[in-house]
């Protein structure tokens, strides 16, 4: 018999696969150019997760681990810390809107 042990706040639904050109926009942090970052600084971590791959000098972000390093990683999202001044910055902010 399991053990219910609370709810988990749910996984956004993610594409199977896709490259930094492709980032999809409703997916953390919502851009390629965003998502660079974060990749180079958490890639030990994304590659352990199974979320990392390539296809020849591509990089591809494989959806199902990607989503199991961010439901890893929820609980420090109100704590991230950059030193990209535009990474918290949302796309209409960084637009002037």
Do not use: C, Q
Not at 68 to 73: I, S
């Amino acid at each position: 018999m399991s053990k219910h042990t609370g709810a988990k706040a749910p996984i956004p639904d993610l594409p199977h696969s896709w490259d930094l050109a492709s980032w999809p926009a409703s997916v953390w942090p919502g851009s390629g150019e965003r998502a660079r970052w974060t990749l180079r600084a958490y890639r030990g971590e994304l590659l352990e997760a199974g979320a990392l791959s390539r296809a020849g000098k591509t990089l591809i972000i494989l959806g199902k681990g990607y989503g199991r390093w961010l439901d890893r990683r929820i609980t420090k999202v109100g704590e991230f810390a950059s030193n990209n001044p535009n990474i918290g910055v949302t796309p209409h902010v960084a637009a002037g809107a």
